[in-house]
Nanobody, 126 residues
């Protein structure tokens, strides 16, 4: 059974930092590209970042470029999202997701991902 478990969310002041982690089990992690998405109250789930399975190529939403960094550790079957200079607009539930290698489609589309975590809440206070 595949499980993705996010951690690291919490309450932070604007301008602060948080590091989210996602631990994967039940899948051959190295074969999966990984993504982070977020969903704010009353809004649709939106793409945040993606990292490929093989070469570690990354993609980011324009709203987080230069502030967020996605990384992966295949030995630990984990993916992380370092978030710096947070603003209130970053408040949301953050989800990690897994996409099998070879799945076509842009990395910002939710339909590309087969597995999702339960999410972790990030709240940025002004």
């Amino acid at each position: 059974q595949v499980q993705l478990v996010e951690s690291g969310g919490g309450l932070v002041q604007a301008g602060g930092s948080l590091r989210l982690s996602c631990a994967a089990s039940g899948l051959f992690f190295s074969w999966y590209a990984m993504g982070w998405f977020r969903q704010a109250p009353g809004k649709e789930r939106e793409f945040v970042a993606h990292i490929s399975s093989s070469y570690g190529d990354t993609n980011y939403a324009d709203s987080v470029k230069g502030r967020f960094t996605i990384s992966r550790d295949n030995a630990k079957s984990s993916v992380s999202l370092q978030m710096n200079n947070l603003s209130t607009d970053d408040t949301a539930v953050y989800y990690c997701a897994a996409s099998p290698t070879g799945r076509w489609g842009p990395p910002d589309q939710t339909t590309r991902y087969d597995y999702w975590g339960q999410g972790t809440q990030v709240t940025v206070a002004s």
